[in-house]
């Protein structure tokens, strides 16, 4: 690998607000300079975001008025570096058409043709059948936008492979190779995974509020299967406040944690055995950041729909339990079996896996190139 010091990482947002492509774009910044001695130069594209100009040792820029001139003079900088885009639409406008985002790399890359642009799609564009919704009417500007950057990147990488099929058709005359990588867990990762076995007979709900109310008020039969089933003593909701009366499910204690400390999540999936999840559909599993916190931490996935073909390398029944199956009961032992699958899924595309890929994405330069 030719050495990189430096490197430009363009986000919608970064702490203290709450955002998962910033935590996402901060935790890979960290192994980067962990592994690779890479330093990432971060700039927010989202002009409301507040926050400070150094975040842990890295520098922090703004472009605070969704112009791209000042993206472009940004990026060029004392001494021009790689560009690393994560972008989905909404987030740096509010209508998911950052025009003048893609305007600016566009300048940026006319100045510095030899500077690589990698680009992490965590999405590409909004459609709708719906015509009194604002994504119907703009769905082909979004579109367009997705088309000019997939064509302007010098490599493309998204956390699907259904994704990477969509980014490849909107450039057909070119042969684009996109690399497919399901996220990482944003909580941590663990080196080992303890057997089911030794841990507590804890199930854990995390995630967004609104997928957790779902869980309560739509599945609640479902969750208490599997408690059933595995012999679950006491249940973890972990983030927002749901604002409903948790107390029990039947004579199983439910302990809201709230909002909580990543570490503090970590050590408390290490030693539960289950992760119960409702969103997103198994067809976008690869992009859910708490499905992967499950898989990374060694506990059984489970679902309440499932999926008849494989999709981004996961099986129903192998990598994820999904309730939707009436003629399946869930054992400790098939539980194991699944959590170990489910765990070495995982492995192939950690956080330093990911690390490895995008700094080879960034240097090589030349390898990133395909045929027109």
């Given at each position: 690998m030719n050495h990189l010091t430096n490197v430009y990482s363009i986000v919608p947002r970064l702490p203290p607000a709450i955002d998962g492509v910033g935590d996402y774009a901060l935790n890979l910044a960290r192994q980067?300079?962990?592994?690779?001695?890479?330093?990432?130069?971060?700039?927010?594209?989202?002009?409301?975001?507040?926050?400070?100009?150094?975040?842990?040792?890295?520098?922090?820029?703004?472009?605070?008025?969704?112009n791209p001139n000042q993206l472009t003079s940004l990026l060029s900088g004392d001494r021009p570096c790689p560009v690393l885009l994560h972008y989905v639409g909404y987030g740096y406008a509010q209508r998911g058409c950052p025009i003048w985002l893609v305007d600016g790399l566009q300048r940026w890359k006319s100045l510095y043709p030899q500077r690589s642009l990698v680009t992490m799609f965590h999405e590409i564009y909004a459609s709708s059948n719906l015509p009194w919704t604002s994504s119907f009417w703009l769905s082909p500007l979004q579109k367009n936008l997705a088309t000019r950057l997939a064509g302007l990147s010098d490599r493309d990488v998204t956390s699907m492979q259904s994704y990477a099929k969509s980014l490849q058709n909107l450039v057909p005359t070119r042969n684009l190779e996109v690399s497919s990588l399901p996220v990482f867990s944003n909580i941590g990762e663990l080196d080992y995974a303890t057997p089911l076995l030794k841990r507590n007979k804890r199930l854990v709900t995390f995630g967004h509020k609104n997928s957790r109310i779902q869980i309560y008020q739509d599945y609640l039969t479902d969750l208490q299967e599997i408690c059933e089933s595995l012999d679950i003593e006491e249940i973890y909701d972990i983030g927002n406040p749901t604002g409903l009366v948790l107390s029990s499910i039947g004579d199983i204690p439910i302990i809201e944690k709230g909002i909580t400390e990543s570490s503090e999540i970590s050590n408390i999936l290490k030693d539960s055995i289950v992760g119960f999840l409702t969103f997103p559909s198994p067809a976008h599993l690869g992009k859910s950041t708490v499905f992967a916190t499950y898989c990374a931490h060694g506990l059984i996935p489970c679902m309440v729909s499932a999926s008849t073909t494989l999709i981004?390398?996961?099986?129903?029944?192998?990598?994820?339990?999904?309730?939707?199956?009436?003629?399946?009961?869930?054992?400790?032992?098939?539980?194991?079996?699944?959590?170990?699958?489910?765990?070495?899924?995982?492995?192939t595309h950690k956080l330093s896996a990911q690390a490895k890929i995008f700094a080879i994405h960034l240097v090589n330069k030349t390898e990133n190139k395909t045929s027109e």
């Amino acid at each position: 690998m030719n050495h990189l010091t430096n490197v430009y990482s363009i986000v919608p947002r970064l702490p203290p607000a709450i955002d998962g492509v910033g935590d996402y774009a901060l935790n890979l910044a960290r192994q980067l300079r962990k592994d690779f001695n890479i330093q990432t130069h971060f700039i927010v594209g989202n002009p409301t975001w507040r926050g400070a100009s150094e975040i842990e040792g890295f520098a922090v820029s703004q472009v605070t008025d969704s112009n791209p001139n000042q993206l472009t003079s940004l990026l060029s900088g004392d001494r021009p570096c790689p560009v690393l885009l994560h972008y989905v639409g909404y987030g740096y406008a509010q209508r998911g058409c950052p025009i003048w985002l893609v305007d600016g790399l566009q300048r940026w890359k006319s100045l510095y043709p030899q500077r690589s642009l990698v680009t992490m799609f965590h999405e590409i564009y909004a459609s709708s059948n719906l015509p009194w919704t604002s994504s119907f009417w703009l769905s082909p500007l979004q579109k367009n936008l997705a088309t000019r950057l997939a064509g302007l990147s010098d490599r493309d990488v998204t956390s699907m492979q259904s994704y990477a099929k969509s980014l490849q058709n909107l450039v057909p005359t070119r042969n684009l190779e996109v690399s497919s990588l399901p996220v990482f867990s944003n909580i941590g990762e663990l080196d080992y995974a303890t057997p089911l076995l030794k841990r507590n007979k804890r199930l854990v709900t995390f995630g967004h509020k609104n997928s957790r109310i779902q869980i309560y008020q739509d599945y609640l039969t479902d969750l208490q299967e599997i408690c059933e089933s595995l012999d679950i003593e006491e249940i973890y909701d972990i983030g927002n406040p749901t604002g409903l009366v948790l107390s029990s499910i039947g004579d199983i204690p439910i302990i809201e944690k709230g909002i909580t400390e990543s570490s503090e999540i970590s050590n408390i999936l290490k030693d539960s055995i289950v992760g119960f999840l409702t969103f997103p559909s198994p067809a976008h599993l690869g992009k859910s950041t708490v499905f992967a916190t499950y898989c990374a931490h060694g506990l059984i996935p489970c679902m309440v729909s499932a999926s008849t073909t494989l999709i981004d390398g996961l099986e129903v029944g192998k990598h994820y339990f999904s309730t939707s199956n009436t003629n399946s009961r869930l054992s400790l032992e098939s539980a194991q079996e699944i959590a170990n699958n489910a765990y070495d899924w995982y492995q192939t595309h950690k956080l330093s896996a990911q690390a490895k890929i995008f700094a080879i994405h960034l240097v090589n330069k030349t390898e990133n190139k395909t045929s027109e």
